[in-house]
T-cell receptor, first 114, second 116 residues
């Protein structure tokens, strides 16, 4: 069975400093992995997805993630945090090839201070 | 293109009642998935409909059901409501193609259900 574990429930950074949100996955086959972001009172938005092409995936708003099979990790990074990055972030694995049955991690709340 | 729309945005019901939630996918999308979001359990997959057929199902009791119409619009029904059904219900649409890589799912704003 597929699963994801987000290692931090809350991460606090200062504006302009790097962001690291950690995610480990478990999958019985080559997984499709995603990062979604949810801003308060807004819908979920896809940041990026990994589908076994390049292991370093670039997403929107300067975010990127690296798939490391040996470590079963898919950590999300951004070189410089912006106040508008404050939101909840979900690491997600697809439970089917079509990507229509997603398994979500518990989420990491990112706080950004000025 | 218009995004995924869900109606109503807010609902208040009492225990034992039933409720129907509606989701209109992005034009051209044939797959609609439903998710439940609660503070305790997080986001959980309920089921997916494609071409009017349930294609995938999560681990929820039979009180949760759904259907999809020929125009790809979908409804979700919860019967005999319990307090624990209070949640944000999200639907997501995608093309639903069966290619080698998964489609991107686009989420609606959700319906906030409160059961009293």
């Amino acid at each position: 069975a597929q699963s994801v574990t987000q290692l931090d429930s809350h991460v606090s950074v200062s504006e302009g400093t790097p962001v690291l949100l950690r995610c480990n996955y478990s999958s019985s086959y080559s997984p499709s992995l995603f990062w979604y972001v949810q801003h308060p009172n807004k819908g979920l938005q896809l940041l990026l997805k990994y589908t076994s092409a390049a292991t370093l995936v670039k997403g929107i708003n300067g975010f990127e993630a690296e798939f490391k099979k040996s470590e079963t990790s898919f950590h999300l990074t951004k070189p410089s945090a912006h106040m508008s990055d404050a939101a909840e972030y979900f690491c997600v694995v697809s439970d089917n090839q079509a990507g229509t049955a997603l398994i979500f991690g518990k989420g990491t709340t990112l706080s950004v201070s000025s | 293109k218009a995004g995924v729309t869900q109606t109503p945005r807010y609902l208040i019901k009492t225990r034992g009642q039933q409720v129907t939630l509606s989701c209109s996918p992005i034009s051209g999308h044939r797959s609609v998935s439903w998710y439940q979001q609660t503070p305790g359990q997080g986001l959980q997959f309920l089921f997916e409909y494609f071409s009017e057929t349930q294609r995938n199902k999560g681990n929820f009791p039979g009180r949760f059901s759904g259907r999809q119409f020929s125009n790809s619009r979908s409804e979700m029904n919860v019967s005999t409501l319990e307090l624990g059904d209070s949640a944000l219900y999200l639907c997501a649409s995608s093309l639903g193609s069966s290619g080698s890589t998964p489609d991107t799912q686009y989420f609606g704003p959700g319906t906030r259900l409160t059961v009293l």
